[in-house]
């Protein structure tokens, strides 16, 4: 029995191998009650390796940590804590206790030290089913699961020596004769040999698993202590952050406080500016309602004076159209008179050219007088013929 029981605690400490372990177990345990009928032709009773104070239902979750059961009342699981309310993994710790027992029904092992805590809760280690032949085991499961941690009290309680799944059947084995059970045994003797095989090769795998699992834990506690340094620095930051930003609210408000005396009296030299301003505006306002009033009152004479040289106007227009009227007369006899003046011009040409003949004809005649010295007798011929000429020309020269 306890090499078996040597073999069962190796084994199980491999998840992967949990339910193989299981069936290991269960042949195990039968191959044994057969050996122990046979040998003492006893009754059949089933091995139980945990101890079981009472069972319950669950009907009710508080936490990761504790739950409601009748008829038992409220139990609080033995070792572990999980997160409390407001806590980070609260929700995701009572969700998962939850899915493990709520509404099942449960088997507790109740502390045989102290019993209850200081909140009259049962303090237990709590067993779930989990097939026909295996529990699991509550706390364990909410361990593994990273939903509670370790949190070791003085009772009757190891969490180093939980199992997972721990055997415990639903019913005991059946009776069976004699012949049937030794064939059962050489049976089961055959399988334990296939058994033992099988055990070797998954010992091997664990002891790889376990190197995997052992460099693991190296690089997680250099993590975790990466991680402490780490908080510790951001601790300080924090800290220093705090001061920092209280020292900056400090000399902010003060700073404000200037900037707003500041403004205040800038904000009251513009305002006294803006109220002289607003006073000579006021008193220009004045003299320029004043100056509209006489600049309205002449508006008004001139509007009169204008409306006086539209009347002017009117009548100025009235003599340029009779002027006009006479102009265009004037224009007429202008007309006749510069056509009579032109005729006129052409006559006086005429005759111009008519006394330059009669000039040149009176000196060949002069010139033919002085060459034949003439006689008296010559000269009172002479004399009317230049009197009849001189009257024609001048007869000519003054005609109309």
Not at 48 to 63: P, Q
Not at 130 to 151: Q, R, W, Y
């Amino acid at each position: 029995m306890e090499a078996f029981s040597s073999i069962f605690r190796k084994l199980v400490k491999n998840q992967k191998c949990i339910l193989f372990v299981g069936r290991i177990m269960r042949r195990e345990m039968v191959f044994l009650s057969l050996l122990f009928i046979v040998l003492q032709a006893a009754p059949i009773v089933s091995c139980v390796y945990v101890e079981i104070d009472d069972n319950a239902i669950v009907y009710k979750v508080v936490d990761g940590d504790t739950f409601d059961a009748f008829p038992v009342g409220r139990i609080r699981l033995a070792d572990i804590d999980a997160p409390d309310t407001f806590d980070p993994g609260y929700d995701d710790a009572k969700s998962y206790l939850s899915q493990l027992v709520n509404g099942k029904h449960v088997y507790v092992d109740v502390d045989d030290d102290n019993k209850m805590d200081v909140y009259n809760r049962l303090v237990c280690v709590v067993y779930v089913r989990e097939n026909s032949t295996h529990l699991k085991n509550v706390n364990k499961a909410m361990l593994e699961s990273g939903h509670a941690s370790v949190d070791n009290h003085a009772n009757e309680f190891n969490p180093s020596s939980w199992t997972l799944f721990t055997y415990y059947p639903t019913t005991d084995l059946p009776e069976k004769t004699y012949k049937e059970l030794l064939s059962a045994f050489v049976q089961l003797d055959y399988d334990y040999s296939d058994l033992q095989q099988d055990y070797s090769s998954l010992e091997s795998a664990y002891s790889q698993l376990q190197s995997q699992y052992d460099n693991l834990q190296s690089t997680y506690d250099d993590l975790k202590s990466t991680n402490r340094d780490l908080m510790e620095e951001n601790y300080v930051l924090s800290r220093d952050y705090a001061e920092l930003e209280s020292r900056y609210n400090e000399l902010n408000s003060s700073y404000y406080e200037k900037i707003q005396i500041a403004r205040y009296d800038e904000l009251k030299a513009e305002y006294d500016e803006l109220r002289t301003d607003y006073e000579n505006l006021q008193e220009d306002y004045g003299d320029l309602e004043d100056n509209n009033s006489q600049l309205r009152n002449e508006h008004n004479q001139l509007r009169n004076v204008h409306a006086m040289f539209l009347t002017e106007h009117d009548s100025l227009a009235s003599s340029h159209y009779e002027l006009s009227l006479v102009h265009n007369e004037t224009v007429s006899e202008y007309e006749v008179l510069q056509s009579n003046y032109t005729k006129l011009a052409q006559d006086y040409i005429n005759a111009k050219n008519e006394y330059s003949l009669l000039q040149t004809d009176f000196e060949m005649l002069s010139n033919e007088l002085n060459t034949y010295r003439p006689t008296t007798y010559t000269l009172a011929i002479a004399a009317p013929v230049l009197v009849t000429v001189t009257f024609l020309l001048t007869k000519r020269l003054v005609k109309p």
